[in-house]
């Protein structure tokens, strides 16, 4: 039974209740969260929204309820009693050297590397490959507290200028610094109130980037629905930066960005209002004032340029082919109906890149990649061998280069770099980290369940090798499925510390991802969404009928469109799992497009203001709308960052309230707000590691074990 005492201000109380069925011994008081008579009425249903006044980031009312929750949150996370053990055996594997491929710009060679506990990478250069690497560019010096991170870096052709950007506290808006990299010193005053931008140079005149005008409300939740591509010429001011695409109400769009292609002939845009499709335009550079040349003006497919060879352009698309190929077109007529099918549309959804005067094209079969070459007249060179099953990533290069760099990874394998010799169609292993985990102890296999209405689902499956099948094994099904968004398999520092514990890792290919094309990411959106929530539980049944697993030891993690999963699910079979792992969710489906750029994500979802069908399809499963009063709900940990302006924290303030509230049971239903932090991206290091000690404590606790399944002290080496 949830207990509540009057006041904001409320401390956890800690007491023994020796519950042997939870094995659980903390008992805890939530904060009281007012209720307010906010009611909002759609196609004539009235809907109340008892804590609409959470969404307002700014208030010291808020700032007094987070401060309320994170103190009853981290009582309780701090007094189980293996917690410490977990950040303990986390510092320790997470302590390994991390190298990135290097890359090539002017006469140096540019690479990442972090020593191992580092809050961020730093960037290294030298300029030959045998040299010894020099510190170019120091993120942890950014700011004190390790939370301004680096979010982008680009180089001018002759590579003596180089833009980089910075996040502060996770924020999506970011500023853009401009230094000589000769003697890395700023060059020019900080371009500002930057947000979903690349950095695009235009040979070593200047460069592109993209941003909406500073909204009037809240910077980190107001509406932001104009973006505008602009230039920046060094020498100038950033208040005389032109305008090239949005500054008018038929250039409108909520998403645009701009890339200037190799041989820096052609301008490329990208232009769109959901995060699915868009319009697509070019401008020839070479002339003294370019025309805006249309090349696609609808928003219903996925288009972009690949390369151009002079002026023959190749495009990648899945205009009259779902799986994606790749097309050439001549630049001076680049309407669809002059397009030729260069590498055509197979059975598998295809991604394309480019490096050393050759193409790459990188198939997903089954989640799993392959990867084969071609040359610039579409022949097929060979298929690459790749070291083993799993994702590989990274075949791009300049064209002048010989040899490129990639890499690949599995659930059971670190992240390892080959060197690839382009003509010779070979690899050499590059770096392979020295972490302490040997993925010879672990397997994966991929399995095939039927969904509710009889669809196939692939699910990989990791765990330790020679694991007893008892029901009783620790489980994390993990889930996404939206945003046309593959999840393929890729190793997991974090994930390490769970496989140590005994514990089973499984991931399904939910429908609304992009595993296999625009048409199994159609079949999870909208009026179909659905669709993915009963895939997420058939995959949970599954893991608890092959006795995998069973509700007492199953818990479901997603953030973001995943949170929105998760919510979903433990609201509609709030029996089915024991913990559930809700991360910067979409929680709120009435009102998610109010925010910054949510009014994008309709492709995926609609909007409430749809129709009155849309509405009622949105608010049947709408996870803050649909906790009921006087259920029981799995143990639960909402996680958000206050600084989170893509999925507002508000979404998560709202659950959690609502939660409490409504739960019966004395599972704890807890929300942990990271402050100084945004949606995910650039998050320190020692941040990380806290969480992951926290999420994993926090599971294993409500899972019933006292103690780890497996000591730590057993595990290392």
């Not at 650039?682 to 409500?702: Q, R, V």
Request: aromatic share 12%; glycine share 8%.
């Amino acid at each position: 039974m949830k207990k509540t005492i009057p006041g904001i201000f409320v401390l956890a109380i800690l007491a023994s209740c020796n519950n042997s069925q939870n094995n659980t011994d903390l008992a805890l008081d939530y904060p009281e969260t007012k209720k307010v008579d906010t009611v909002t009425n759609y196609f004539g249903t009235e809907v109340k929204d008892p804590y609409r006044w959470l969404e307002d980031d700014r208030s010291e009312e808020t700032e007094a309820w987070v401060k309320a929750q994170n103190e009853v949150t981290f009582d309780f996370l701090e007094n189980i009693p293996y917690r410490k053990q977990l950040e303990e055996r986390l510092t320790e594997i997470w302590n390994y050297e991390k190298l990135s491929a290097p890359r090539k710009e002017g006469n140096y060679i540019y690479y990442s590397k972090n020593d191992g506990l580092q809050n961020h990478s730093v960037i290294y250069r030298k300029k030959k490959e045998e040299d010894e690497g020099e510190v170019f560019l120091d993120p942890n010096k950014f700011s004190d507290d390790g939370t301004t991170s680096l979010a982008g870096l680009s180089f001018s052709e002759d590579g003596k200028k180089a833009a980089y950007a910075i996040s502060e506290g996770g924020s999506d808006w970011r500023k853009i610094i401009i230094i000589d990299t000769e003697s890395t010193k700023t060059v020019e005053d900080t371009i500002r109130d930057v947000k979903f931008s690349g950095i695009s140079w235009k040979g070593n005149e200047g460069f592109y980037y993209s941003s909406y005008e500073k909204p009037k409300g809240s910077e980190l939740s107001a509406k932001t629905d104009q973006h505008r591509l602009f230039y920046h010429k060094l020498g100038s001011s950033q208040e005389d930066d032109k305008i090239i695409f949005g500054d008018s109400e038929e250039q409108k769009h909520r998403y645009v960005g701009g890339s200037v292609s190799e041989d820096n002939r052609y301008l490329f845009i990208s232009a769109r209002n959901s995060t699915a499709g868009g319009k697509l335009f070019m401008m020839d550079l070479q002339q003294e004032d370019p025309e805006l040349v249309t090349i696609l003006d609808n928003e219903d497919t996925e288009s972009y340029v690949l390369e151009n060879e002079e002026n023959k352009l190749f495009i990648v698309t899945d205009l009259d082919a779902p799986n994606k190929r790749v097309v050439s077109v001549d630049a001076s007529n680049p309407k669809p109906e002059n397009w030729e099918d260069f590498i055509p549309e197979t059975n598998y959804v295809l991604s394309a890149t480019t490096g050393g005067g050759y193409f790459f094209a990188e198939y997903m079969v089954d989640a799993v990649s392959k990867v084969e070459q071609y040359d610039y007249n579409g022949e097929k060179i060979r298929d690459i061998e790749l070291p083993g099953i799993g994702s590989a990533g990274g075949f791009n290069a300049k064209k002048e280069e010989d040899v490129l760099y990639y890499s690949f990874t599995n659930y059971v394998t670190p992240g390892t770099i080959y060197k690839f010799d382009i003509e010779e169609g070979t690899s050499e292993l590059y770096n392979k980290p020295n972490i302490k985990f040997n993925p010879e102890d672990y397997e994966s296999r991929q399995v095939f369940y039927k969904s509710k209405d009889g669809t196939e689902i692939p699910m990989i499956i990791t765990h330790k090798k020679g694991i007893e099948l008892n029901g009783k094994n620790p489980t994390i099904l993990y889930g996404y499925g939206g945003f046309n968004i593959s999840l393929t398999p890729s190793f997991s520092t974090a994930n390490a510390i769970w496989l140590e514990q005994g514990g089973i890792y499984a991931v399904p290919n939910l429908r609304g991802g992009g595993e296999y094309g625009k048409e199994w990411h159609d079949a999870g959106t909208k009026l179909q969404k659905q669709n993915v929530f009963d895939d997420f539980i058939a995959a949970a049944e599954y893991l608890i009928d092959e006795n995998y697993t069973s509700s007492d030891y199953l818990a479901i993690r997603g953030g973001s469109n995943g949170g929105l999963l998760v919510g979903a699910t433990m609201t509609q079979r709030p029996d089915l799992i024991k913990v559930a792992l809700p991360a910067v969710g979409v929680m709120d489906m009435l009102r998610y497009h109010t925010f910054t750029a949510g009014a994008g994500w309709a492709y995926d979802y609609g909007t409430a203001e749809d129709s009155k069908e849309m509405f009622e399809y949105l608010y049947g499963y709408s996870p803050v709308h649909n906790l009921e009063e006087g259920t029981e709900y799995p143990a639960t940990i909402v996680t958000t960052g206050d600084h989170d302006d893509r999925v507002v924290p508000a979404h998560s303030f709202k659950f959690a309230a609502e939660l409490q509230d409504k739960h019966e049971g004395e599972n704890p239903v807890l929300i942990r707000i990271e402050t100084k932090a945004g949606h995910g991206a650039g998050k320190p290091t020692k941040m990380i590691i806290e969480e992951y000690a926290d999420i994993f404590g926090f599971t294993l606790y409500n899972m019933g074990f006292q103690s780890l399944p497996y000591n730590v002290n057993k595990v290392k080496g």
